[in-house]
């Protein structure tokens, strides 16, 4: 059992409400007693909590009882009774409703001063804050995952937050505007002030989003004129050696909200273990393991969301709990799969441990430009597609691109890229016997392929050779996707098809495809049943992506146009396999019937959860759960929904 006492100093009156130090040092940490079950305790900065006798604490400070209302909990979070009693939209800057300065200062001085006001990351290319230095260096940092990720708002689509203040060279404009930034950030490092944020947010009727990384694809993780929660520096670690619940026992380690894949591999490392995270090193463990979350393990050991065993969360009420199988379950299973940005900001997750695994990595490409030699590409990728199932099975992993691309001379060449072919627990030999299938017809057909193989007795040092840092933060691609189930590949007729239209005609009308061979059910462990993960996953031997591309300074008609393109395109893997659906964190936000085909039969049930504990709709992010009862009335020359810059409002029906 684990006992909350809470330590309010008693305080000296006088003080003004801006003083930081004074109103911030109400917030006292919560002693916490636990057992010694080998259950994980709270982490420092979650034991720094708001309770009720805090806020009654600075209602007396302030003298103000509504001003510190303005902090105060949600009332119980199964009432839905209030729920439509809340504003149509939610308030934009200068808008009547918007906070006052002083509430926002009274709030900033609670934080203990970490309030950012906003601005876009490349604000110093532009006007008053222009600085030749610091716009040069913006340029040259800009496509870095370090860069996107250590800044407080930007997002790695910028397509999502309308394109604005863009740095030289990727602008489509010359101007520079908030776009879909948000207006405030909290640069949190307790749970105190996750609450605070939460609660003054619901109370104020604003529009919230969290950001970590900001990998979203669609930018879920921005939203115009909101209070964002930036969860980035919450990067504790712990390992339990032997962890205990209800259906899981073994090695654990304890993960704060913001760490990152790569410091999650080197922890898991130091500690003679591993874990699961994403291919890309700068992935967030939180929105990724929320919406379901692959690996190159997956084959393996499933996924993201399957490693979870508890996770700690403040909820849209304000409330901070723990959720596992024994308590909060229902919590617990909407948010291991159902995706970030429903019900609650995760502060904390603790995931299975594995013992360490050697691997091996293989990269190589091939090429063609014309004639037999094109030919012989695409008997190459075809061979590919027909020993998909059997790599799969083998418990392999691989992340392979496609397209018509053009050299600096602007030739156009046909490209097909492994980007790694990902082996664990198997030597050089092995992974060599395993590919030869395909690889004899490689050599066959004189395709050059130079495979560069690398064996690595533990997985991280064979993940850090074989997955290199991506460029991000372009906007000039949209994608659109679908999981490709077993039973297309076990079918010469549907898999020939596949190969046809999911492959070569989609490159030969411009596509990029790129896919992720790979399993939702790994071989090695069984998934666990009580998540909400999309239950096509556990078929699922390729999630095949199809990616429009236009360049940076496209009109928006033809950013459209290319969208409405891709999307209808897809069509072909919809009707090859209609009961399957789209991994929700690299889907399409046009996708027809996109509740079931990124939930599927979960949806209902993460619908009423959404209900019961968020009922006023703190969160929202594009395509979340409960996303389509609102809608952003974009002010880009695009539809309503295409991106988050816009005034948020609920759906007249
Ligand atoms: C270069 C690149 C590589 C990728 N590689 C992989 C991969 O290998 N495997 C894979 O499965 N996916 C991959 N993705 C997709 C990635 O998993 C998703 O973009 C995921 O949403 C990222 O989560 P995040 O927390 O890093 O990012 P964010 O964009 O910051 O957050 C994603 C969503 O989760 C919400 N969220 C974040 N933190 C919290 C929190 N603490 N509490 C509540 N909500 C929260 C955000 O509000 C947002 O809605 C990749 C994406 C990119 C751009
Ligand atoms: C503030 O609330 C407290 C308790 O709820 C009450 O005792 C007090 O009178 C209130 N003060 C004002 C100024 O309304
Ligand atoms: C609903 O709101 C009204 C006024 O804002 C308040 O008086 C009432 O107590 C609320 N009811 C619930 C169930 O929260
Ligand atoms: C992009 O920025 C450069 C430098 O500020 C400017 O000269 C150019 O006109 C901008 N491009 C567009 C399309 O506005
Ligand atoms: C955010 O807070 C962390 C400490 O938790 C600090 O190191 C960092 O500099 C802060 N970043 C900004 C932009 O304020
Ligand atoms: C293709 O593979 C070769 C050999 O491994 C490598 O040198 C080259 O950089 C690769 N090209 C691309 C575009 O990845
Ligand atoms: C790894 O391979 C060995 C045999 O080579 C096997 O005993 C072990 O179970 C494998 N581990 C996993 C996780 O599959
Ligand atoms: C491959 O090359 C060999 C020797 O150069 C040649 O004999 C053979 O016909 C070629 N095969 C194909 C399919 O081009
Ligand atoms: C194989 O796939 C084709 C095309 O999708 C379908 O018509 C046929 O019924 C399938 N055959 C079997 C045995 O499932
Ligand atoms: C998985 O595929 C089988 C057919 O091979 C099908 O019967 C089943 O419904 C599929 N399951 C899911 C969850 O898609
Ligand atoms: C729209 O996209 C299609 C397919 O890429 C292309 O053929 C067509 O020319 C585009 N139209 C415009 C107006 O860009
Ligand atoms: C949509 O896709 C289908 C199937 O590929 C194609 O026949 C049709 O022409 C496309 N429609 C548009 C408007 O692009």
Same mark, same amino acid.
């Given at each position: 059992? /684990?006992?909350?006492?809470?330590?309010?100093?008693?305080?000296?009156?006088?003080?003004? @409400?801006?003083? !930081?130090?004074?109103?911030?040092?109400?917030?006292?940490?919560?002693?916490?007693?636990?057992?010694?079950?080998?259950?994980?305790?709270?982490?420092?900065?979650?034991?720094?909590?708001?309770?009720?006798?805090?806020?009654?604490?600075?209602?007396?400070?302030?003298?103000? +009882?509504?001003? &510190?209302?303005?902090?105060?909990?949600?009332?119980?979070?199964?009432?839905?009774?209030?729920?439509?009693?809340?504003?149509?939209?939610?308030?934009?800057?200068?808008?009547?409703?918007?906070?006052?300065?002083?509430?926002? +200062?009274?709030?900033?001085?609670?934080?203990?001063?970490?309030?950012?006001?906003?601005?876009?990351?490349?604000?110093?290319?532009?006007?008053?804050?222009?600085?030749?230095?610091?716009?040069?260096?913006?340029?040259?940092?800009?496509?870095?995952?370090?860069?996107?990720?250590?800044?407080?708002?930007?997002?790695?689509?910028?397509?999502?937050?309308?394109?604005?203040?863009?740095?030289?060279?990727?602008?489509?404009?010359?101007?520079?505007?908030?776009?879909?930034?948000?207006?405030?950030?909290?640069?949190?490092?307790?749970?105190?002030?996750?609450?605070?944020?939460?609660?003054?947010?619901?109370? /104020?009727?604003?529009?919230?989003?969290? $950001?970590?990384?900001?990998?979203?694809?669609?930018?879920?993780?921005?939203? /115009?004129?909101?209070?964002?929660?930036?969860?980035?520096?919450? $990067?504790? $670690?712990?390992?339990?050696?032997?962890?205990?619940?209800?259906?899981?026992?073994?090695?654990? !380690?304890?993960?704060?909200?913001?760490?990152?894949?790569?410091?999650?591999?080197?922890?898991?490392?130091?500690?003679?273990?591993?874990?699961?995270?994403?291919?890309?090193?700068?992935?967030?463990?939180?929105?990724?393991? %929320? =919406?379901?979350?692959?690996?190159?393990?997956?084959?393996?050991?499933?996924?993201? @969301?399957?490693?979870?065993?508890?996770?700690?969360?403040?909820?849209?009420?304000?409330?901070? !709990?723990?959720?596992?199988?024994?308590?909060?379950?229902?919590?617990?299973?909407?948010?291991?799969?159902?995706?970030?940005?429903?019900?609650?900001?995760?502060?904390?997750?603790?995931?299975?441990?594995?013992?360490?695994?050697?691997?091996?990595?293989?990269?190589?490409?091939?090429?063609?430009?014309?004639?037999? &030699?094109?030919?012989?590409?695409?008997?190459?990728?075809?061979?590919?597609?027909?020993?998909?199932?059997?790599?799969?099975?083998?418990?392999?992993?691989?992340?392979? @691109?496609?397209?018509?691309?053009?050299?600096?001379?602007? +030739?156009?060449?046909?490209?097909?890229?492994?980007?790694?072919?990902?082996?664990?627990?198997?030597?050089?030999?092995?992974?060599?016997?395993?590919?030869?299938?395909?690889?004899?017809?490689?050599?066959?057909?004189?395709?050059?392929?130079?495979?560069?193989?690398?064996?690595?007795?533990?997985?991280?040092?064979?993940?850090?050779?074989?997955?290199?840092?991506?460029?991000?933060?372009?906007?000039?691609? %949209?994608?659109?996707?679908?999981? %490709?189930?077993?039973?297309?590949?076990?079918?010469?007729?549907?898999?020939?098809?596949?190969?046809?239209?999911?492959?070569?005609?989609?490159?030969?009308?411009?596509?990029?495809?790129?896919?992720?061979?790979?399993?939702? $059910?790994?071989?090695?462990?069984?998934?666990?049943?009580?998540?909400?993960?999309?239950? &096509?996953?556990?078929?699922?031997?390729?999630?095949?992506?199809?990616?429009?591309?236009?360049?940076?300074?496209?009109?928006?008609?033809?950013?459209?146009?290319?969208?409405?393109?891709?999307?209808?395109?897809?069509?072909?893997?919809?009707?090859? @396999?209609?009961?399957?659906?789209?991994?929700?964190?690299?889907?399409?936000?046009?996708?027809? +019937?996109?509740?079931?085909?990124?939930? =599927?039969?979960?949806?209902?049930?993460?619908?009423?959860?959404?209900?019961?504990?968020?009922?006023?709709?703190?969160?929202?992010?594009?395509?979340?759960? =409960?996303?389509?009862?609102?809608?952003?009335?974009?002010?880009?020359?695009?539809?309503?929904?295409?991106?988050?810059?816009?005034?948020?409002?609920?759906?007249?029906?």
């Amino acid at each position: 059992m /684990k006992v909350f006492v809470l330590a309010v100093a008693s305080y000296a009156i006088s003080v003004l @409400a801006q003083d !930081i130090d004074a109103l911030s040092s109400l917030i006292k940490e919560v002693t916490v007693t636990s057992d010694d079950s080998g259950f994980p305790s709270l982490f420092p900065s979650e034991t720094v909590q708001l309770t009720d006798d805090v806020i009654a604490a600075i209602s007396r400070e302030l003298q103000d +009882n509504s001003t &510190a209302s303005l902090f105060m909990f949600g009332s119980d979070a199964l009432s839905t009774a209030n729920s439509t009693a809340k504003s149509h939209c939610k308030p934009l800057p200068g808008d009547s409703s918007w906070p006052s300065p002083s509430e926002w +200062n009274t709030f900033n001085s609670l934080l203990g001063g970490s309030l950012i006001k906003a601005s876009p990351a490349a604000a110093a290319c532009y006007g008053l804050e222009y600085s030749a230095e610091k716009c040069a260096s913006i340029i040259s940092d800009w496509d870095t995952e370090g860069f996107q990720t250590s800044d407080p708002t930007s997002v790695m689509d910028p397509l999502y937050v309308g394109r604005s203040c863009m740095p030289p060279g990727l602008n489509y404009t010359n101007t520079c505007d908030m776009g879909a930034y948000p207006t405030y950030v909290v640069n949190v490092s307790s749970v105190a002030q996750i609450q605070l944020a939460v609660n003054f947010a619901r109370n /104020k009727g604003l529009r919230f989003v969290v $950001k970590n990384t900001g990998h979203d694809l669609i930018g879920k993780a921005s939203g /115009k004129g909101a209070l964002s929660v930036w969860t980035h520096w919450l $990067k504790d $670690k712990a390992y339990y050696p032997n962890f205990v619940s209800k259906d899981y026992t073994g090695p654990a !380690i304890k993960f704060g909200a913001g760490v990152q894949v790569r410091e999650a591999y080197e922890y898991a490392k130091s500690v003679q273990a591993t874990v699961l995270g994403g291919e890309s090193q700068s992935v967030g463990l939180a929105g990724w393991s %929320m =919406g379901g979350g692959h690996s190159p393990l997956s084959s393996l050991y499933g996924l993201g @969301a399957d490693q979870i065993v508890s996770i700690e969360v403040v909820l849209a009420n304000g409330q901070f !709990i723990t959720a596992n199988a024994e308590q909060n379950s229902d919590v617990f299973w909407m948010l291991r799969g159902g995706g970030g940005s429903t019900i609650g900001v995760m502060t904390s997750l603790t995931m299975k441990a594995y013992p360490q695994l050697p691997a091996t990595t293989v990269t190589f490409n091939f090429t063609a430009v014309d004639g037999p &030699a094109l030919d012989a590409f695409w008997t190459g990728i075809e061979s590919y597609v027909n020993n998909m199932q059997a790599f799969v099975d083998a418990g392999t992993y691989g992340y392979y @691109a496609l397209a018509i691309l053009e050299d600096s001379a602007g +030739n156009e060449r046909h490209e097909f890229q492994m980007r790694p072919f990902f082996a664990p627990n198997m030597t050089i030999a092995e992974t060599k016997t395993l590919l030869s299938p395909w690889f004899d017809v490689l050599d066959m057909l004189n395709i050059s392929y130079n495979p560069v193989y690398t064996y690595k007795d533990n997985f991280y040092d064979a993940w850090y050779i074989g997955f290199p840092e991506e460029t991000v933060g372009s906007d000039t691609t %949209m994608i659109s996707s679908r999981l %490709m189930p077993r039973y297309v590949f076990e079918n010469d007729t549907s898999r020939n098809q596949l190969f046809k239209d999911g492959f070569k005609n989609a490159v030969d009308n411009g596509i990029l495809v790129i896919g992720l061979q790979l399993s939702g $059910k790994g071989i090695a462990v069984d998934p666990p049943t009580d998540t909400a993960v999309l239950p &096509a996953w556990r078929n699922t031997t390729t999630h095949l992506q199809f990616v429009g591309r236009f360049s940076a300074t496209a009109d928006w008609a033809i950013i459209q146009n290319q969208t409405l393109f891709v999307t209808n395109y897809t069509s072909v893997l919809r009707t090859l @396999a209609p009961d399957s659906g789209c991994y929700l964190s690299e889907a399409d936000f046009l996708e027809p +019937n996109l509740q079931d085909a990124f939930y =599927g039969v979960n949806y209902p049930q993460l619908y009423e959860l959404k209900k019961t504990y968020d009922p006023t709709s703190l969160f929202f992010a594009l395509t979340a759960v =409960g996303s389509e009862d609102w809608e952003v009335q974009v002010e880009d020359p695009l539809p309503y929904s295409w991106n988050n810059n816009g005034r948020l409002c609920r759906k007249t029906t």
